[in-house]
């Protein structure tokens, strides 16, 4: 198979990422705050994690991959302290299973959705009501998270039947396990054009932002934060609060979200 091939191939959510955190040694659960994040969060959250070492005591563990991914991980009963899907949609999964600690969930953060190309494109585009991507998308393929599972994928999905564009690029499509996954298609130029978080094109030097998607096309992008039912690890209620803390905000801020925390 060539690279090519094995890049825009739809990635099983339950693989290799689901794997990885099947993988990591149960004794974390017990010596540190072990964190299951949405990828689109790893540039902003690693420097969070960074910052608040020294209010909590250490640094958490922190394993990153599609927030669908990482539910189903917590369900099976992977050791997790505090879960951040990238929609409510998870977290909502895993409250109704009484897998959270439903006094501790909070609505983190908010994000927007943007159509992104390679550095060197000459593709322009706006975005608006039945907005010809078929046309700018061409003989490529438009990457997106997976968008029955992956929220950015779910996000796009919604997003372009509102503007009346799905029908015309859905078999154009390459899904991929992640909004991660999502962006290195189009960054090495294996996808013409992609759909990911705006905190993500600004993390990834490869790729431009061709357009934002409104607002109103999707349902809001908002990423809660939870205890989980059988986090275990003391020091995981110093961890909550330090994400929710001024300086967590405005590190979260300078990757491009939006901080909905009062605190912040």
Avoid at 205 to 215: H, L, M, N, Q, S
């Amino acid at each position: 198979m060539t690279r090519k091939g094995f890049g825009l191939r739809t990635i099983a959510i339950s693989g290799f990422a689901a794997a990885l955190v099947a993988a990591m040694p149960a004794a974390h659960a017990e010596d540190k705050v072990v964190v299951f994040a949405a990828a689109s969060l790893k540039d902003a959250l690693d420097a969070v994690n960074k910052a608040c070492e020294a209010d909590v005591g250490e640094a958490a563990t922190v394993s990153y991959a599609a927030s669908s991914a990482l539910a189903k991980q917590i369900e099976g009963g992977a050791p997790a302290d505090v879960f951040i899907p990238a929609d409510l949609d998870w977290m909502k999964y895993l409250s109704d299973k009484k897998l959270t600690r439903p006094n501790t969930e909070v609505k983190l953060l908010g994000n927007k959705i943007v159509l992104v190309a390679p550095k060197d494109s000459t593709v322009e585009a706006k975005i608006e009501k039945g907005f010809d991507l078929a046309k700018l998308v061409g003989d490529g393929k438009l990457a997106m998270g997976d968008f029955k599972a992956v929220p950015a994928g779910k996000y796009g999905k919604a997003a372009l039947e509102s503007l009346g564009v799905w029908s015309s690029v859905v078999g154009k499509v390459a899904q991929a396990e992640n909004v991660r996954a999502a962006l290195k298609l189009v960054s090495t130029g294996e996808a013409a054009l992609g759909i990911v978080y705006a905190t993500d094109a600004h993390a990834e030097k490869g790729v431009k932002v061709v357009g934002t998607f409104p607002e109103d096309s999707h349902p809001p992008i908002i990423y809660p934060v939870a205890q989980t039912a059988d986090s275990k690890d003391k020091d995981t209620p110093a961890f909550l609060k330090c994400l929710q803390s001024a300086k967590a905000g405005a590190l979260f801020r300078e990757q491009g979200f939006t901080v909905l925390t009062p605190s912040n």
